[in-house]
């Protein structure tokens, strides 16, 4: 991706309607790893290229045009927040994504503009068959150790991002990282 692309798609948007009140930032890239070794430079790259320097690049072009009682929401994942073995450069991304949240968050609560993270436990996903680390199998298997016994469906995540873009529900929230892991628990 150019780093011009987010700067020109938020101008689009701001252009199309008028205004930007709510980004967000829910790109990903993953491969699952057996050891550190496997995973070459220019796979790391890519992994931080789309999951932080998009978000990045996103919220810095999305706050040039955001007014008091907008919200940024990024994408995290229970990786980012527990680690997982076999994705090391995915989770480091979805951690740097929680600590990013929190920073900006505390840039621009005065400006009258949240900042929040939603980390979803497992969830099926496109993400699910395009990781080439993931032979069929155990794709068929995901989410099945979760306390809830199954991933969830992303509509069942849709309402955490409304809840977080909504002044009447969430005005007092910012530099929250919102875990919904399908009954596991963990602090922070």
């Known amino acids: 991706m150019q780093p011009s692309f987010c700067d020109d798609l938020v101008e689009a948007t701001?252009?199309?309607?008028?205004?930007?009140?709510?980004?967000?930032?829910?790109?990903?890239?993953?491969?699952?790893?057996?050891?550190?070794?496997?995973?070459?430079?220019?796979?790391?790259?890519?992994?931080?290229?789309?999951?932080?320097?998009?978000?990045?690049?996103?919220?810095?072009?999305?706050?040039?045009?955001?007014?008091?009682?907008?919200?940024?929401?990024?994408?995290?994942?229970?990786?980012?927040?527990?680690?997982?073995?076999?994705?090391?450069?995915?989770?480091?991304?979805?951690?740097?994504?929680?600590?990013?949240?929190?920073t900006l968050a505390l840039q621009v609560v005065d400006k009258g503009i949240r900042v929040n993270a939603v980390a979803p436990g497992p969830v099926w996903t496109p993400l699910n068959a395009a990781d080439e680390g993931t032979p069929p199998d155990k794709v068929a298997q995901h989410g099945s150790d979760v306390p809830m016994g199954r991933p969830a469906q992303p509509e069942e995540l849709a309402p955490s991002y409304v809840f977080l873009a909504s002044n009447a529900d969430s005005s007092y929230i910012t530099g929250t990282v919102l875990q919904v892991f399908g009954g596991e628990t963990a602090g922070g």
């Open 14 to 102: 701001v252009q199309a309607f008028g205004k930007l009140d709510i980004l967000v930032s829910n790109a990903a890239h993953q491969n699952r790893k057996k050891s550190l070794d496997e995973v070459t430079d220019e796979e790391f790259d890519e992994t931080f290229k789309t999951n932080v320097y998009a978000y990045f690049r996103l919220a810095r072009a999305a706050l040039r045009h955001m007014k008091p009682g907008s919200s940024i929401i990024a994408t995290s994942s229970v990786t980012g927040v527990l680690g997982s073995k076999g994705l090391p450069d995915y989770s480091a991304t979805k951690g740097a994504i929680n600590a990013f949240t929190k």
